[in-house]
């Protein structure tokens, strides 16, 4: 027999989100509103933990933090030797964050228990509600940090000698923050994992729907490229004699829009995100200039493709210029991951029975989910954002009543998924 649905107390969950959205809040001056600034392990990430792991022992959790750091709390079944149905997201963030990426996955999990325990609800497996560590990948430089280690794609002692711009170590951060737990970091295989999440784009407020089921997850390559050329003064150098830093990293930028613009590879995307130049100084030629590359694809020929012409184009750079040499590093590199049928089945049938209309996509941001699918049957809930799905900015948001549909949804199917043999 199915289980019922369930509806959780959407007031509450909105709360925990504004109030979990005060620690490392700041105001950001161009857009005027209320940002987060959390990065992992930081002093602000580490409050953000210890409030969230309150709420998981007020819900009645047994809370295990493991060698990552990553924080499970757990919610006993009938049958204790069942493999549970694991929930949950992250709560770091990126500089210039709003209240809800990863967050709303976190804190959804959390009312789902809430919810439970109100209803005397038991369910035949465990329930457990994770948070994972530095899934931004932006302070330590590698994304889904936390579960690809949980999951065994790193290693724990790759992590831990992760070091951040200031030199800082991810193991160094964990003990200063009072978060390098004693428990083992590989994670015994669940029965499901689903994770709901905002959107972070504008597919459900286009076909004007409040929820996504997600098919999977695509490609994701980051590099970073390092230019060394030759410093020189701004006003006696001909052209013709300067080995510019600063000028082939913008050759980079326009050469990765045109493969992009070229339609041959397919549905790339292609981003800079950090630049730096050397010396940083208004009269001198850069000496060196630091950059990032993200690519992005959902099919994995086309993004072998598009790496390899990027890496002919950094070839010919470097040989068309004296005194210019480039030297690349991987940061992180992610295939496309398709999710299991089974559990997105799970999930549309709970959202047809809240009456809730639903579609199909596929995500282009990268999520834990797609390193727990190693591991078991997995799926994930998009939540509607506004603005266009803007996120990684102050302005994402989701409306109170999207953001309590999204976990509706995930209640009904975690209830559903933990009541299975």
């Known amino acids: 027999m199915t289980s019922p649905k369930i509806t959780i107390n959407g007031d509450r969950l909105w709360q925990s989100l504004m109030d979990l959205a005060e620690i490392g809040a700041y105001d950001d001056e161009r857009t005027g509103l209320r940002g987060v600034n959390r990065l992992a392990l930081t002093d602000a990430d580490a409050a953000g933990r210890r409030r969230v792991v309150a709420w998981m022992e007020e819900a009645g959790l047994a809370v295990r933090i493991d060698r990552m750091g990553n924080i499970y709390g757990r919610r006993e079944g009938t049958d204790p030797t069942a493999a549970p149905v694991l929930t949950g997201s992250h709560i770091d963030s990126v500089a210039t964050a709003g209240a809800f990426d990863g967050c709303l996955g976190v804190l959804g999990g959390i009312e789902v228990v809430r919810t439970l325990n109100e209803r005397g609800i038991t369910t035949r497996r465990p329930i457990e509600v994770g948070i994972f560590t530095e899934e931004e990948g932006v302070r330590f430089g590698t994304d889904m940090l936390g579960s690809a280690v949980a999951a065994g794609r790193l290693t724990l002692e790759y992590a831990h000698a992760l070091t951040d711009r200031d030199g800082h170590t991810l193991g160094g951060e964990l003990i200063r923050t009072g978060f390098a737990g004693p428990t083992d970091v590989r994670l015994a295989p669940p029965h499901a994992y689903v994770e709901c999440h905002i959107e972070q784009g504008p597919v459900l407020a286009e076909n004007d729907v409040p929820v996504g089921v997600v098919t999977g997850v695509q490609g994701i390559s980051w590099q970073e490229i390092t230019i060394h050329g030759r410093a020189a003064h701004a006003g006696t150098t001909p052209t013709h004699l300067r080995a510019d830093a600063g000028l082939a990293a913008a050759q980079i930028i326009v050469h990765l829009r045109s493969l992009v613009d070229s339609g041959a590879y397919g549905d790339l995307r292609a981003t800079v995100g950090h630049l730096i130049v050397h010396p940083d100084l208004t009269n001198i030629v850069p000496a060196r200039a630091e950059m990032t590359v993200d690519l992005r694809n959902p099919d994995e020929a086309q993004m072998a493709r598009a790496e390899e012409a990027l890496a002919a184009f950094l070839r010919d750079l470097e ?55 190693a591991l078991c049957p997995t799926a994930m809930i998009f939540v509607r954002g506004e603005y266009d799905g803007i996120s990684h900015n102050p302005r994402e948001y989701s409306t109170p009543e999207a953001c309590a549909h999204g976990v509706d949804v995930l209640a009904t199917t975690l209830l559903r998924l933990a009541d299975q043999d």
Do not use: C, W
Request: hydrophobic letters at 40%; glycine letters at 10%; aromatic letters at 4%.
């Open 319 to 373: 040989n068309s210029r004296s005194g210019l040499s480039l030297t690349t590093r991987r940061m992180a590199k992610t295939a496309y991951v398709p999710f299991d049928d089974g559990v997105q089945k799970v999930i549309a049938q709970a959202a047809d029975d809240h009456g809730l209309e639903h579609i199909s996509l596929l995500s282009g941001a990268g999520h834990d989910a797609q390193e727990i699918a």
